[in-house]
């Protein structure tokens, strides 16, 4: 469905590495500081055309949890020349198809269109940037149809309301402890105004990056850009991007939460993780590695092996980290016990195997796979037109530049088994972590 | 001014997806096993898709979910290599693969590098003729299946989808659980499984597609060496099967906010004169893009939900037209009315010219999105040889949407749409909403 948030508990995947030696990219700016990749791709006459925003869910104000989400869903109603709900409707005629996402750090619109019509949708895109019309009319439907997302994905799911009560103890100050789709009470009260007040601050050109990919040619791509997002004023009171920061985290936090809809209960646990930074992606490297030597596949990885394979107490297992952030991030482990072994047994197997771990290092020929897989999934990404437009789209909106994307394989390729452990030896701090339990019934919860 | 009405009605210049449509060749192997290829030299990768007709249709009565569990258990040891060294030789060759089963069919999913290509292939093969199922890997991927039955008990999704399956064939395959029971999976022995495995992976009922840095002569080699071991045959996929669906509400109580909702009534062959007319008819219904009726009127004039929508279901021997919802519990019998309302507005009026033509520009210009990767299109190949529309299907598709006329799609809505036989399953705690029979 259009306007959908991405999952939030998708494991760190080695093919969001950056960087491709065979992908054509052109970068460029306007005059008005919109930033602009293009990336080639000739197989087929088809451009994906994405304006990414530097705003996400962690830039909302206080008491507002939502608005980010809902405006994204709004800016599909109708600007002074798009008369109303027309916009999706001319892109359709078209042969087009068009959808929105919005995460902590941004929020994005994109086509999928013949590469004839890149016009027409940059003329769109450009017009909605500015222009945007909402009537009461619009607004109240479309808040309910927020509110039914929310009960899809979350209400419906024990595992994201879990996941929900978890990331909020997680950060103590940063908004990243609040669901993109927002806290339901403060959904309820989101108005046309607050939209528009969002939209005014934060949708301008020198806080948006154009992402084009496919069958198009750069200088092409340049000269249509110029006319229409070229346009468009700046807004010279975009605010700087600072949001409240964590203090030092001094105490581990448990949380555990029951729920009769759990069929499978597990536990797992999170820590405060550093992210890449511009010219400084080492680390990040390192815990991407890591993640996958803890818990990459079932039946390779460190927990796989002893708590699936050998001791045969789990049903799975994993680990996860998302560098891609503008502020710190977080790195997962989990533990799906079979049926029969207790919370709490499952959390020490965790623990002892995470320990054992941090003393033996990693197996050199595992280490070597990983490497193997990475440089093979620089290849396999330029397959995908789509994938390689959120690369982009991703890091320049997350406070990275194309040279730290195009570093990145690189990052990945330099990191040793004494990275690895120094990133293991800082990353795992209980004082700086949650952990949590996922349970059917409350008894077991309050053990 | 921008003239969006001019650029809106201008011709789609895109007919069909270039390569694909016209590239399409036809390779017979040295053993006599034909696959479809389309060769892309520019990236150094190869997509193979394979279906194999059958999937859970073959799972013999009180076995439910034996094919489901064979299928699983292809990546968990084969030949000399036990289920770890299996996985760690798959991460050596970089290479991208999945065994998946379905109610129509199993099938593989493999990506490989041209640089270790023979090596993969011959991993593939292994999985695909030697699987070990020993012990420890039978035993593990039991209890992933368990927990997949136990997962599915409290999902509203997949009661709402196992409830209608079961009203729609209730003596039919199709009606089982795929997945297994709890009763099946703990009763499956290594010998079932073994038996299923030969019964599934049978050279005659496989399809391929191959898309990638290969060329015909490379490919014909290669098709021998992954399936030529393969029996030639297997057991008979069942006869075609009848919905059995009446119209009214069926009420599954679980408690949860919002609840789920999966509708439907009878379908159309994929072979029909009609099934073209009923396409489009159901893309204005309730298809994608963001325009259809029932996501005009069940979302964005009401409110009432975050997604709804219409398909065709084609099975390969059966047909039905579904859709689904999910609202608040206090607006499901609201969402659940406009839908009977549109469903029965269209069978009786049906489109207007501007939602046909719409429709047919919608329909045409997203069909080259499809053929966007490697894998993506060599899935499409295996798709077209499956439903046996021939090698120049991709090429005629748009003009067979562009063909269809308001006549069509006006009788179609008069003779196929069937709003007192629409069935709806709710699962959740639907205020006002009473169950019929």
Redesign the interface.
């Known amino acids: 469905m259009r306007r959908f948030l991405p999952a939030l508990a998708t494991l760190a995947a080695l093919s969001a590495a950056g960087g491709h030696a065979a992908a054509q990219v052109t970068t460029f700016t306007l005059s008005n500081g919109m930033e602009a990749v293009v990336i080639e791709d000739h197989r087929a006459p088809v451009v994906t055309h994405m304006v990414w925003y530097r705003v996400g869910s962690a830039d909302e104000p206080r008491g507002k949890s939502g608005i980010a989400h809902f405006l994204e869903h709004l800016m599909f109603k109708g600007t002074d020349e798009i008369p109303e709900g027309a916009f999706s409707k001319i892109v359709a005629e078209n042969g087009g198809q068009d959808n929105a996402f919005t995460s902590y750090d941004y929020t994005g619109y994109f086509q999928r269109i013949a590469a004839d019509r890149l016009a027409l949708v940059m003329k769109m895109e450009a017009d909605r940037m500015r222009d945007l019309v909402l009537s009461e009319a619009v607004v109240n439907p479309e808040r309910d149809v927020i509110l039914e997302e929310r009960n899809s994905r979350v209400e419906n799911d024990p595992g994201a309301l879990f996941g929900e009560q978890r990331q909020a103890a997680q950060f103590l100050n940063h908004p990243y402890g609040i669901p993109i789709i927002g806290w339901r009470h403060e959904m309820t009260g989101l108005t046309r105004q607050d939209a528009l007040d969002f939209y005014a601050r934060y949708y301008a050109p020198n806080n948006a990056v154009l992402v084009v990919s496919g069958d198009v040619e750069p200088e092409a791509v340049r000269a249509l850009a110029e006319a229409e997002y070229g346009q468009v004023a700046a807004n010279p009171a975009l605010p700087p991007r600072m949001r409240p920061q964590e203090p030092p985290q001094l105490s581990p936090r448990r949380v555990a939460y029951a729920d009769p809809r759990v069929s499978e209960p597990y536990v797992l646990r999170t820590y405060l993780a550093p992210e890449r930074n511009p010219g400084d992606q080492g680390r990040a490297a390192a815990l991407t590695i890591l993640a996958e030597l803890l818990g990459g596949s079932g039946l390779t990885s460190v927990l796989g092996r002893a708590l699936q394979l050998d001791e045969r107490v789990a049903l799975s297992t994993g680990a996860f980290y998302d560098g891609m952030a503008l502020d710190p991030s977080t790195f997962g482990l989990y533990v799906v016990p079979v049926p029969g072994v207790s919370m709490e047994a499952a959390e020490a197997a965790m623990d002892r195997v995470v320990t054992s771990f941090l003393d033996t290092g990693p197996d050199a020929a595992h280490l070597a796979r990983i490497k193997t897989q990475i440089s093979a999934a620089e290849i396999y990404a330029l397959d995908s037109q789509g994938g390689l437009a959120r690369r982009y789209g991703a890091a320049l909106t997350s406070g990275l530049t194309v040279a730290d994307v195009q570093a990145w394989p690189d990052a990945l390729a330099a990191v040793t088994a004494e990275d690895v452990m120094a990133a293991a030896r800082e990353v795992f701090d209980l004082r700086r972590s949650v952990t949590g339990w996922l349970t059917a019934a409350t008894e077991e919860a309050t053990q | 001014?921008?003239r969006?009405a001019l650029?809106?009605v201008a011709a789609?210049?895109?007919a069909a997806?270039?390569?694909?449509a016209t590239d399409i060749v036809e390779v017979t192997s040295p053993g006599g096993i034909t696959a479809w290829l389309v060769e892309?030299p520019?990236?150094?990768?190869i997509?193979i898709e394979v279906g194999f007709s059958g999937g859970s249709t073959l799972d013999p009565v009180g076995k439910e979910g034996v094919g489901a569990f064979a299928v699983g258990l292809l990546e968990?040891g084969a030949g000399d290599l036990d289920?770890?060294a299996?996985?760690?030789r798959g991460?050596?060759l970089?290479a991208?693969f999945g065994f998946s089963s379905g109610r129509d069919g199993a099938s593989l999913s493999a990506?490989m590098?041209v640089e270790t290509r023979d090596a993969t292939v011959d991993l593939l093969r292994l999985a695909l003729t030697q699987p070990r199922f020993d012990a420890?890997a039978v035993?593990?991927v039991r209890?992933?299946m368990l927990?997949g039955v136990?997962?599915n008990?409290?999902d509203?999704n997949a009661i709402a989808g196992e409830t209608f399956a079961r009203l729609a064939f209730p003596d039919d395959p199709y009606g089982r659980p795929d997945g297994g029971t709890e009763a099946s999976l703990t009763a499956m022995t290594v010998e079932d499984l073994r038996a299923q495995h030969r019964a599934l992976f049978v050279r005659g009922r496989a399809k391929i597609g191959v898309v990638g840095a290969i060329t015909p002569a490379e490919l014909g080699p290669l098709l021998d060496r992954l399936l030529g071991d393969l029996p030639a045959d297997g057991p008979a996929v069942p006869p075609v099967a009848t919905p059995a669906l009446t119209g009214g509400v069926t009420v599954v109580d679980f408690?949860?906010?919002?609840s789920?909702v999966a509708f439907g009534q009878r379908g159309i062959d994929r072979h029909d004169p009609d099934f073209f007319p009923a396409y489009v008819l159901n893309h204005i219904l309730g298809g994608?893009?963001?325009?259809s009726r029932l996501t005009?009127e069940v979302?964005?004039?009401?409110?009432?939900?975050?997604?709804v929508y219409a398909y065709l279901a084609d099975y390969q021997r059966a047909d039905l037209w579904m859709g689904g919802v999910?609202?608040?519990n206090d607006r499901v019998g609201e969402a659940i009315a406009v839908i009977q309302a549109e469903w029965r507005r269209m069978a009786e009026a049906g489109a207007t010219d501007a939602e046909l033509d719409?429709a047919k520009?919608?329909l045409?210009?997203?069909y080259?999105?499809r053929?966007?990767?490697?894998?993506a299109i060599a899935g499409i190949l295996v798709g077209v040889q499956e439903d046996g529309l021939g090698i120049d299907y991709i090429a005629r598709r748009n003009d067979l949407v562009n063909a269809v006329t308001a006549a069509d799609v006006g009788r179609v809505a008069r003779t196929l749409m069937d709003p007192d036989g629409l069935r709806f399953v709710v699962v959740g705690r639907p205020a006002g909403v009473e169950p019929t029979n």
């Open positions: 001014m921008i969006y650029i809106a789609i210049a895109l997806p270039s390569r694909a892309e520019s990236i150094p990768i997509a968990e289920a770890a299996f996985a760690r991460e050596e970089a991208r990506q590098l420890d035993e593990r209890a992933q927990s136990r997962s008990a409290t509203p408690d949860t906010p919002q789920v994608g893009g963001f325009s005009t979302r964005e004039k009401r409110g009432l939900t975050y997604g999910a609202s608040a719409a520009r919608f045409t210009g997203a080259p999105l053929f966007d990767s490697n894998r």
